[in-house]
């Protein structure tokens, strides 16, 4: 998502912010009267990129998991018939994990986490 938004930010004139910005507009107006409608479509592909991504996981997954139990079928299966608390449990941290991964990344790159080879033990 990030990249596809990313390269369609990337041609932006911004100038056109800056003169709606002169002409009086906050400059939450002139992101989404200007900068919001030039970066929708990169949005919506980004959206559709996804879908797709997800859709091929469950499909690869159902034409290779055989007779193992599979995440994406267990909660395919669970959606059919009710979604179990456990669905929004794994949901949850698999979510949680992506967030705490990049808390740390963003940490690390601005130098906030100090000495991060000692604390691990190796090197980084």
Known sequence: VVVTVKARTSGLDTNLE?????????PL?????????LIFPGIMAAGLLVFVLSLDDYV???????????????IYGA????VPPEVNIMGTLIFAIGVVYAIVVL??????????KKFAGRRM
């Open 18 to 26: 800056d003169a709606a910005q002169d002409l009086g507009a906050t």
């Open 29 to 37: 107006t002139s992101f989404w009267t200007i900068t919001f409608p």
């Open 60 to 74: 690869v997954t159902v034409f290779n998991a055989g007779g193992t139990g599979m995440f994406p079928l267990w």
């Open 79 to 82: 959606s059919r018939i009710g």
């Open 107 to 116: 940490l690390r790159d601005r130098g906030l986490l100090g000495d991060l």
